[in-house]
Structures are given as C-alpha cells and as structure tokens.
C-alpha cells in the first residue's frame, strides 16, 4: 500500500469513526496506535509516550484551566446577568438597542472564557427571553445571538487557538493577539448590520418603553458597575500581557484570581458555584488535553509517512493550483466538514496536513490560524447540519422553530464572510496587533 493510501485510509477510518458517535480523543488515538503498530511495530510505542511528554512540557498549556475556571466562575456567579441588566437600561432607548447590547455582551463573555458554548449558553437563556419579551424579532434575535456567541473561539482567550498553537507549533500569545482585531472587527459589523435592518425595517425592534426606562440617573451610574468588573479583569488579563508586565500563564493565573474576588465582592461565590465550577473546568480542560494528546500522536504518524509532502506534490504538480487555490480549497473543506464536525474535530484531522502545507506555500500559519477559526465560525453555522444550529435548538425558548434558526443565520454568515474576504486581502489586519507587541523591543 503507498504512503497516499495510508493516509487516505487512516483520514477515512477517523471520520467514520467520528460520524458513528464515537469520542474524538478515542478515536484519533485508535487510529493513530492501529496505524503505528501496523506502520513500526511494536516500537511504535514510543509515539503516544514521546506525545505525552511534550503536552505536558508544554508551558502555555496551563492557561487552558486557568481560563476556564475564570468564565466558568463569573458565569456561575451571575455577574453576566448583570452584565445584560446594564446593556438593556443603557441601550434600551435605541433602535435595535438590546440587539446591539448583546453583541456586545458576547464580546466581553468571550474575553472571560474563550468558549463559544457559553455565549451561547448566555444568550439563549438570558438575551433571547428579554428580547422575546420585548417583542423583538424571533428570527433576527436568533441570528444575532447565534453570531455573537460564535466570537468565542476568536476573541482571546480562545481555547481553540491553545489547541491550534499546540497542533500547529505557534505561540498562543501571537495566536491570540491576532485574533483581537478581527473579533472586534466581526462584532463592529455585526452591530452594523443590526443598525441599519432596524433602520430600514423599524417594526424588527422596538424601543424599550420610558417607564422601564425611567430610572434616576444614579441608579443607573449603580448598573454601570457591573461592566467595571469584566473590563478590569479583561485589563488586568490581557492589558498587563500586551504591556509586558506578565507572561502568558501570569495573566491566566491573574484572571482567574481576579474573578475569583470579583465573585467574592459580589457575594455570590458560595460553595455550589465553586463545586460546579471546578467540576466543569476539570471536565473542559481533561477533554482538550485528551484530544491533543491524541492529535500530537496523529500528527507523528503523519510526518513520518510524508503524507504532507504527497498533498503538495498532488495540489501543485498534478493539479497545478497556485497557492492561492489551495488555500480556497482547504477553507472550503471546512465549510464541508463543519456541517458534520465541530472545531476540534475539524482541527485535529486537517492540522497535520494543512499547517505544514501552508508553510511551504509561503503563507503566515498565524494569519492561517484566524483564517481557520473564521472558517470555523461560518462552517459551525451553514446549514443544514450546522454545529451551532442544533445546540440553539436544544436551548431556545419553545417558540424558535428549526426553520427560525436556518433563516435567522443567513445575513449573519454573509457579514463574517465578508470579514473573512477582508482578512485574507489584507492579512494586517490580523498580525498588525501581534508584530507591534513582540517586536517593540
């Protein structure tokens, strides 16, 4: 058997695996120990061994828990419930106002957890009934929290970056400074676009009645508080990183100790919130080391067959793509895979072959990073089995039908593939903010 049908084969086996139910850390690591037994022997051993190894040396992997546990504490907590209480009494009386404050909610609960499950999770339960309630547009509102929640594995600190970088063999802190602009940058066109639909089609949002609104001026300066709390650990977290005062981890280890406070000043970390929030960060963080552990053994396998090698001399000599063409390929191998796949999965088959690919084709595997998770966002999204479609339907209100989350999606989708169009002509866009930071000295 040549080495292009091992690895056809070994891709294969994964996917099957994959579609049939199966965990993705079991299942990439089956194959890879299956495919290095039959491949080295009983040698072969020293592949998972050598992986484990260089996972746990990894230094940044500790960012990983420390993250979590940090959204995961101010979640908990119910400082995003206040979060939301501000944005309706300050941007109630705008057209589309509470749309607009939910895109921004999204930004700041992706800047404490790096997951898109918990903005989703937040704008479902919480944004959605509010905006229901005040007779917002269900189909709209659906879309605007769908898009919001998916600046999570973008915005740092994005725990799809930390495994990227890990696959990849990039430092996490460029990956996630390069992800700063362009998240914004979504966001800024999303609320763009929320801006002018209300404009045109008024009826789509009403503005918050006086009397909700009627509050004395004080007491609304007491609900601005609660965006002081996210904006200081997001400064003491990432500012401090950006200014050099601390490393990568220290700002992680600083985080989490400052949501920690946080929860305490509030009054609301009690013995439960502490419980479900170290089980879940324990339960996040074991899955993700789990699968890099598998996806570093994968990645090894890979290597040694030259399967890199052989998808460049198929793409450029055979094919005769330029490079530009190969990269329109593998995002749209993306867009594929991500109706059946979510992220990680996506990551951990293509990684291996893409990144290395992407480095001989002269192109910055930085940039590559955002154009990934870009991709990733718009692939979570398209229907008709869309990764984020059934976990909004498993989470809505009653009244949001499947066909309500197909249409509400589809304006969305169009604004972040513009952004991505924007990124890959001017890739700056995305390394401006890392280039400035690590090599001002």
């Known amino acids: 058997m040549s080495y292009e049908a091992i690895a056809i084969v070994m891709s294969g086996g994964m996917l099957v695996m994959l579609l049939t139910g199966q965990r993705i850390f079991a299942a990439i690591g089956f194959v ?86 918990a903005g989703m999770a937040i704008g479902a339960t919480i944004a959605l009934p509010e905006m229901l309630r005040r007779n ?51 966001a800024g066109l999303f609320i763009i676009y929320i801006v002018i639909r209300c404009k045109l089609q008024p009826h789509l949002a009403p503005i918050v009645s006086k009397e909700e609104l009627d509050m004395p001026f004080t007491e609304k300066l007491k609900l601005l508080k609660a965006g002081i709390i996210p904006f200081l650990i997001f400064f003491f977290m990432t500012g401090l990183f950006i200014m050099g005062v ?76 330029t490079p530009w063409q190969v990269l329109i390929m593998m995002q749209l191998s ?17 990684a291996p072959l893409y990144v290395p690919l992407i480095v001989s084709l002269g192109f910055n595997p930085i940039w590559y990073g955002i154009l990934y998770t870009i991709t990733c966002q718009i692939a979570y999204m398209t229907p008709p089995f869309g990764y984020n479609l059934f976990l909004m339907r498993a989470m809505a209100p009653p009244e949001i039908t499947l066909k309500d989350i197909y249409i509400s999606i589809i304006p969305f989708v169009l604004v972040m593939i513009f952004a991505l169009l924007l990124i890959i002509i001017f890739p700056q866009i995305a390394l401006w903010l890392p280039d400035l930071v690590y090599n001002r000295g």
């Open 32 to 117: 890879s120990a299956a495919a290095a037994l039959g491949l080295y022997g009983t040698g072969a051993i020293e592949l998972p061994f050598n992986a484990a190894f260089k996972l746990f040396n990894w230094y940044p992997m500790l960012t990983l828990p420390l993250f979590v546990y940090m959204g995961y504490i101010l979640s908990e907590s119910g400082i995003a419930d206040d979060l939301y209480g501000m944005f309706h009494v300050w941007f109630g009386n705008l057209r589309g106002g509470l749309a607009i404050g939910t895109i921004g909610l999204m930004v700041v609960i992706s800047a404490m957890n790096g997951l898109s499950v």
């Open 136 to 186: 917002y547009d269900k189909v709209m509102i659906t879309g605007v929290v769908q898009a919001g929640s998916s600046l999570g594995i973008l915005v740092p600190p994005s725990v799809v970056l930390v495994l990227y970088g890990m696959i990849a063999r990039q430092p996490v802190g460029r990956l996630w400074l390069a992800g700063v602009v362009p998240g914004l940058m979504m």
């Open 246 to 321: 601390t490393s990568l981890v220290e700002s992680s280890a600083v985080g989490a100790t400052a949501a920690t406070i946080a929860a305490i000043a509030k009054g609301t970390l009690t013995r439960k919130v502490i419980e479900e929030s170290i089980r879940k960060t324990l339960g996040i963080s074991c899955m993700f080391m789990w699968i890099i552990l598998a996806a570093l053994c994968f990645g090894a396998v890979f290597d040694g067959l030259g399967a890199v090698k052989a998808l460049e001399s198929l793409f450029i000599t055979r094919w005769e793509l």
């Open 334 to 350: 993306y867009i594929v895979m991500g109706m059946f796949l979510d992220d990680t999965a996506m990551l951990v088959i293509v």
